[in-house]
């Protein structure tokens, strides 16, 4: 059976990236993207099938099915007039990835101004170094979903480098 996770978002048509890569998970942790990503037909049933051959039919058939309900159930009513005409869950998805995600261009710009915000960060007064490198974080796998290498070395290096005065001494009575 498939739960719909309450934290699993309704795709508005907003950060198609993020949204494809946790709703390909779903289906995959449901087994259901084998559904989306081959498209295949379900065949008739020979004459006097064997109860393998009629369990199997009925499986493949559903996991289409299951597959198609899950992606209408999670889209925007905006966006599911859209795709209701479509006949499968693959046709569905191969829709909604010509129709929102970014092209390559407005990807790699997406990555500059991400690079640049991470550089431009500074910690708070008021925050925590917690706080702080979540945030930065937050900015690193945001460019690393867009398929650019970003090293763990760059983010500690970051943070050193722009940690509070008081943090830095800190640092010094622990190295002394």
């Known amino acids: 059976m498939i739960i719909l996770s309450k934290t699993l978002p309704a795709f508005d048509g907003e950060n198609y990236h993020l949204w494809a890569v946790r709703m390909e998970v779903f289906l995959d942790a449901n087994d259901l993207w084998e559904a989306v990503e081959e498209d295949y037909e379900v065949g008739q049933l020979p004459e006097n099938p064997t109860l393998n051959q009629i369990k199997y039919h009925k499986e493949r058939k559903q996991r289409k099915s299951k597959a198609k309900s899950c992606l209408f159930s999670v889209v925007s009513q905006s966006i599911f007039i859209r795709i209701v005409i479509l006949k499968s869950a693959k046709a569905i998805w191969d829709f909604l990835k010509q ?15 991400l690079i640049k915000e991470f550089e431009m960060q500074r910690m708070k007064e008021s925050e925590r170094v917690k706080e702080y490198s979540d945030r930065l974080l937050s900015i690193v796998n945001t460019v690393r979903l867009f398929g ?5 070395t760059r983010i500690v290096q970051k943070i050193l ?7 830095e001494k800190l640092l010094e009575n622990i190295n002394a």
């Open 99 to 113: 129709e929102y995600e970014r092209n390559e261009r407005v990807k790699r710009m997406q990555v500059l101004n």
């Open 148 to 152: 650019t290498e970003f090293s763990d």
């Open 161 to 167: 480098v722009t940690l509070l005065e008081r943090f």
